[in-house]
C-alpha cells in the first residue's frame, strides 16, 4: 500500500513539473534595453530564421499603445512606410536583425518581429534618455561665516559629490532639484570638490571647484594684511 501511494505521489510530481515546463516555454521571451539619444541599438530574434523567409516586418508600440511598422522586407524589397525610422533603420534578412543609429526619445517603446506573416513570441523594449548635461557647481557664500561655502548642482537624477581625495561627500536635497553640500576653508587652496550627474546610459562630472577661488576674497584680505606691514616700514626708512 505505501509503495503504491509513493507511486502516486511521484506521478503527480511528474505531471505538475510537466506542466510547470509546458507553461514556461509558452512563455514570452523579453529583451529590454537601456540606450542614450544619438545611440544605436540592434534587436535579433533568439530562434534562426526558416530556411524560406519570404517576409520579415518589425513593428513598435510606442509609449502610447500605438503600433507601426517600423522596417519591412518583402522578397528582396526594402520598405520603411514610418517617417519616424526613415534614413536611420536596417533589417538583416540572413539573421532578422533590425538595427536603429541615431536614436531619439519616441524610439521608446515595444519592438516585435513578425517572419512569413507569424508573430514571433520575443519582445524587445527599448528605453531612449537624455543625456545627462555636464553639471556646474554654484558657490553661495554664507554672510555670518567667510570660513563656509555652499556649493549647489541642480539636477533632478543621482548626484554625486566628491573632494579632492576621491571621497564621496552626502549632499542635502535642494527644492524643487538639486543639492548643495558645505564646503569648510581647511588652508589648503588645491583642495577642490566635483560634482557628477548620473542617469542609467549617461553621467558627466563638473569643472572641479578649488578652496583657493571658493575663499579668494579672504585669502586676498591675509594677504593684503601681511603686505601693509612691509610698505609702512618703507615709509619710514625713506623719511629717516
Not at 72 to 97: A, C, H, K, S, Y
Not at 137 to 155: F, G, M, R, W
Request: with cysteine; proline share 5%; hydrophobic share 40%.
Amino acid at each position: 500500500m505505501k509503495e503504491y501511494f509513493s507511486n502516486k505521489m511521484s506521478l503527480r510530481r511528474l505531471i505538475l513539473i510537466t506542466i510547470v515546463v509546458f507553461i514556461t516555454s509558452e512563455t514570452v521571451s523579453a529583451v529590454d534595453v537601456k540606450k542614450a539619444v544619438g545611440d544605436q541599438v540592434s534587436f535579433r530574434p533568439d530562434n534562426s530564421l526558416p530556411l524560406s523567409v519570404t517576409s520579415i516586418i518589425w513593428k513598435h508600440i510606442n509609449t502610447a499603445g500605438i503600433t507601426v511598422k517600423a522596417i519591412e522586407w518583402d522578397e528582396g524589397e526594402t520598405l520603411i512606410p514610418n517617417q519616424r525610422f526613415q534614413g536611420i533603420t536596417t533589417v538583416d534578412n540572413m539573421t532578422g536583425q533590425i538595427t536603429i543609429t541615431n536614436l531619439k526619445v519616441e524610439h521608446s517603446g515595444v519592438y516585435t518581429i513578425d517572419i512569413n506573416s507569424k508573430e514571433q513570441k520575443q519582445r524587445f523594449t527599448l528605453t531612449v534618455m537624455e543625456r545627462v548635461p555636464k553639471p556646474v557647481i554654484e558657490p553661495e557664500k554664507i554672510k555670518d561665516n567667510p570660513n563656509v561655502v555652499n556649493l549647489t548642482c541642480k539636477y533632478s537624477e543621482t548626484i554625486i559629490w566628491k573632494n579632492s581625495s576621491g571621497q564621496i561627500l552626502p549632499g542635502l536635497a535642494l527644492h524643487p532639484k538639486g543639492e548643495f553640500i558645505t564646503a569648510e576653508k581647511t588652508r589648503n587652496p588645491v583642495n577642490f570638490y566635483t560634482c557628477t550627474l548620473k542617469n542609467a546610459v549617461s553621467e558627466e562630472t563638473s569643472a572641479p571647484v578649488y578652496e583657493r577661488d571658493l575663499f579668494k576674497e579672504s585669502n586676498r584680505g591675509c594677504a593684503v594684511a601681511a603686505v601693509i606691514p612691509s610698505i609702512i616700514m618703507v615709509i619710514i626708512i625713506h623719511l629717516l
